[in-house]
């Protein structure tokens, strides 16, 4: 009989996975426009509004500059806060803080989140709404799609991204920094090998070669670029007829424009270390963002968030000599910190320096943590009915905090009392309003793009305003980035802006109303603060692709005034409307195709035969079907499979109708099986990282024994019989890992599952642990260890086997089964090739290639092998053991394994080499 437990992992696969939950029951309606169908859930109404008219100004813009019309209504999917975002089905993959949105190319659906930013948010949907355009260039037809996904995968990601970012921004100051650090540390990447890279840097160099063509040739040229790389599918022969030079001169150009475009800053490279000095070099310390600085009230700690670790983690340091003091929190291997806020966060201190407060992510909403800076321990961890918590600051006294939140698409700011827990929304309006604090004197400093009295609402235009008794008072000329305020113990106030060609310091004297700028930097200065007796300044410096945490002693006097900034006004004109009732409507689910692949052959014995699979879903992905058949000869000897999966709230439901069919020898006969049936799975997900999984199976088993069938492989003898199977199924889940290159970096996963036959003709009970253990030993290298204890029982019990590749390496696959096994794996995984290119036969290139040492262990018990003897006793001897090294490689989209293992019997080395090539993920 097969194994009954393998019913349970092949219509149901998610056998390890961290949990996409949906904490909220989301009700959407859809606003349809001349151009789009806008889903939106409850309290998104003013952000699907506001959305309206950006993507049919975008569509204009994209239709004219691109010469396409889109023949098709475009479905735009848009969720209130990054953390409702998360909560998608469109995608199962989990959806980190990073991801600003997406859009997949089958069903050209655009999901996005409001984000609390206004110009932030037309940004993303711009930059989304050109990929469609993209994608009707480049596939014609939902056919093509389907069928020549291939063709664009060709297509280099920094050419997609690149100009969905110049298409949604021009030219943006942000970018410019970008590139002026890359071009001042001779960091840009040549075009040709550009592909090979992912991160930032494919969307902001792709973003600065589009600027180029339309500097040099034009705005038009864009267009034609993208529509010859369509028609030449290859870089090399789209620049010759465009641009008459190769891919490798006109990277010299484009090289050669930003070289002279930046070279003559290189003093401002020198003013920094005129004034600051770095206690955190992120690449001293193997990080890459340092960012949310709060130095304490006494100026002698600053804490930070790295990703030192590879995840979010809150630090504190000196800030004398940068050494770390202590680890606060690490995000992302529990429910309660899920995330912390890594690119757009703040932390403070109490002004007793005894706490620190800052924003997580937990359970699918934002969480003011206030935790004791000694130990770690949390004082409180308060939740509200917000979508977001950002930049929370402590009142003078410490019995306040002051944050900016998100509710219902309006950024606002709100101020907790600690003791209670209540808070108050002190703006309350559509304006955008961020990065507040308190003065000694109870007054109210933030940044807003909120106009001046009945004025035209631009949005986008930022200033600081002063809030207090109830008014509202604007004290600097608007520009289009203010961020970071902070009162100056000595009087005025500081931010950050960007009136000039960089994210300077500035300085707002009380006295005077005057703005002086404080500093003049190559780059940007991020999350300054200033400690209580306005001694010292520490922040983050963006240098070298990368963020460093500085300091500045006696401010002040160390830092020069500059010229008083000038007003720059842009942005966007918005006025708050009603949607109109007639054109919405309440979300009705509409399936369409997801996926479909299929393979065919022909076999003399078995007739056509083939592999297929199609995905069904609704817009929203809250229903998914999906069919999977293996085709042989006739539908009575093929595997079908039919699923059903409705995801629509936190509890997942599966329901399973299938027919499987296999084959195996016994001895000289052939055996074939034949089940019929149905199945339902309920998944019950604790947090992220934590469920339950209950499930239940029935089939009808048709069993043939072909008497004598080997060797001649023919027999006039059958036996037949039948069997009814009946199981419930538990399962217990927990999975924290982080991911590296190629597999489990870091953490753990356990799975504990079991299941009785009832009603059956066959008795079986079986209990299965599967451990697996992660330890990241550098940011490339870590051990990993895995232990596999299964035991069956009854009259009919499971049988199970080891040997080979993925259980005991050194044996032959299935050379020892038993009922009752346990085996131990051990890997020490670490960098061995970085890159391989190899010329001849065919040019290949091979990137990241692992190196392995591993051991395994391994016993089964049965009649012919027993590890445990009756006696209790344990006989060394009998454990198997195998020892070896391998190399992994990711190649063609696969995970290849080539390992070679010998045995060891605790006395010596045997003889006996074996090799193995296995195409799969790591363990």
Not at 159 to 167: I, K, L, P, Q
Not at 173 to 201: C, K
Not at 597 to 607: P, W
């Amino acid at each position: 009989m097969m194994n009954i437990a393998i019913f349970s992992l092949i219509i149901f696969t998610q056998y390890f996975g961290q949990n996409k939950i949906q904490y909220k029951d989301f009700h959407f309606h859809v606003l349809k426009t001349e151009h789009f169908n806008i889903y939106f859930s409850q309290g998104g109404e003013g952000i699907a509004a506001f959305a309206e008219q950006v993507l049919e100004d975008g569509y204009e813009m994209l239709s004219e500059d691109l010469g396409v019309e889109i023949d098709f209504t475009i479905p735009v999917i848009i969720y209130n806060s990054p953390n409702d975002f998360s909560q998608t089905n469109i995608t199962l993959q989990l959806i980190e803080e990073a991801v600003g949105g997406f859009t997949e190319i089958l069903k050209n659906r655009m999901v996005v989140p409001y984000t609390g930013d206004y110009e932030e948010f037309r940004h993303v949907l711009v930059h989304e709404l050109t990929h469609v355009f993209q994608f009707a260039i480049f596939f014609s037809s939902k056919m093509g799609a389907l069928f020549s996904g291939d063709v664009f995968y060709s297509v280099p990601l920094w050419v997609m991204e690149g100009h969905c970012e110049y298409m949604s921004l021009g030219w943006d100051l942000n970018t410019d920094i970008f590139m002026r650090d890359l071009v001042m540390n001779n960091n840009m990447i040549p075009l040709s090998v550009l592909e090979r890279y992912g991160g930032f840097i494919i969307y902001k160099e792709g973003q600065a070669f589009y600027k180029y063509i339309a500097d040099k040739y034009g705005q038009q040229k864009i267009g034609e670029f993208i529509h010859l790389v369509k028609a030449k599918k290859s870089l090399e022969a789209t620049f010759l007829t465009l641009f008459g030079v190769t891919i490798d001169d006109f990277d010299d150009q484009f090289t050669r424009y930003f070289q002279m475009k930046y070279w003559p800053k290189i003093d401002l490279q020198d003013n920094f270390d005129k004034f600051a000095r770095i206690v955190y070099d992120h690449k001293k310390t193997n990080s890459l963002y340092n960012t949310s600085t709060a130095i304490s009230c006494k100026g002698d700690k600053i804490a930070f968030i790295s990703d030192r670790s590879g995840v979010a983690e809150l630090i504190i340091i000196s800030s004398i000599d940068g050494q770390v003091l202590k680890k606060l929190v690490k995000a992302a291997y529990s429910s309660g910190y899920e995330g912390l806020h890594h690119y757009r966060g703040g932390l403070s201190w109490s002004p007793d320096d005894k706490y620190v407060t800052f924003a997580v992510k937990s359970k699918g909403a934002d969480a003011l943590v206030i935790t004791d800076a000694q130990n770690g321990e949390v004082y409180k961890r308060l939740k509200f009915d917000l979508d977001g918590i950002y930049t929370p600051k402590f009142s003078p006294n410490g019995n306040k905090i002051i944050f900016s939140g998100i509710k219902d698409g309006y950024s606002d700011i709100y101020i907790l009392d600690i003791e209670s827990g209540i808070i108050e929304n002190i703006t309350d309006d559509i304006y955008i309003d961020k990065y507040p604090c308190f003065s000694s004197d109870g007054l109210i400093a933030f940044v807003s793009d909120r106009p001046d009295s009945s004025e035209e609402y631009y949005y986008g235009n930022y200033a600081v305003f002063l809030y207090g008794g109830g008014n509202i008072e604007r004290l600097i000329p608007r520009t289009s980035y203010v961020a970071s305020t902070f009162f100056n113990p000595e009087g005025g106030l500081f931010f950050v802006a960007d009136y000039d060609t960089a994210y300077n310091l500035y300085w707002y004297s009380n006295d005077s109303a005057m703005i002086v700028k404080k500093t003049d930097i190559l780059t940007g200065i991020y999350y300054p603060s200033i400690s209580a007796n306005g001694n010292k300044i520490a922040f983050s410096y963006y240098n070298d692709y990368g963020y460093d945490v500085c300091v500045v002693k006696n401010p002040l006097t160390k830092m020069d005034d500059g010229e008083i900034p000038k007003e720059e006004l842009g942005g966007f004109a918005y006025e708050e409307v009603e949607l109109d009732k007639e054109r919405i409507k309440k979300y009705k689910p509409k399936f369409t195709f997801d996926y479909f692949n299929a393979t065919g052959a022909y076999y003399s014995a078995l007739g056509f035969s083939g592999l297929g699979q199609i995905g069904v879903s609704d817009i929203l992905g809250n229903h998914l079907f999906q069919l999977s058949a293996n085709f042989y000869g006739n539908l009575i000897d093929s595997d079908i499979f039919l699923n059903y999966w409705y995801m629509k709230k936190r509890t997942d439901y599966g329901f399973v109708l299938y027919q499987y069919v296999s084959y195996f020898r016994s001895y000289y006969d052939l055996i074939t099986q034949r089940y019929l049936g149905v199945g339902c799975n309920i998944r019950y997900p604790f947090d992220r990282f934590f469920r339950v999984e209950l499930g239940a199976y029935a089939y009808k088993l048709y069993e043939t024994r072909w008497v004598d069938y080997f060797p001649r492989y023919y027999s006039t003898v059958t036996l037949d019989n039948n069997y009814n199977i009946f199981y419930p199924n538990l399962a217990f889940v927990f999975d924290n890992i982080r991911w590296g290159s190629i597999g489990p970096h870091n953490g753990r996963r356990v799975r504990l599952r079991g299941h009785v036959t009832l009603f059956s003709d066959f008795d079986t009970k079986t209990c299965v642990l599967d451990y697996r253990r992660y330890f990241a030993l550098s940011p490339r290298a870590s051990f990993a260890a895995r232990l596999v204890l299964a035991g069956s029982w009854g009259r009919d019990p499971d049988q199970w086997s080891i040997g080979g590749s993925y259980t005991l390496r050194g044996y032959d696959s299935y050379e020892f089964s038993g009922s009752e096994l346990g085996f131990l794996n051990l890997e020490y995984r670490f960098p061995f090739i970085d890159r391989l290119r190899i010329s001849f036969p065919l040019p290949i290139e091979f990137r990241n290639i692992r190196g392995v040492l591993f051991s395994d262990f391994g016993g089964v018990y049965s009649d012919s092998f027993k590890v445990y003897e009756s006696d209790g006793g344990f006989h060394l001897e009998d454990l198997k053991m195998g020892i070896g090294a391998g190399l992994r490689v990711n190649f063609l989209y696969m995970i290849w394994q080539f390992n070679v293992a010998r045995t060891y019997n605790f006395q010596e080395f045997t003889d006996d080499w074996k090799y193995y090539l296995v195409i799969g993920p790591e363990w």
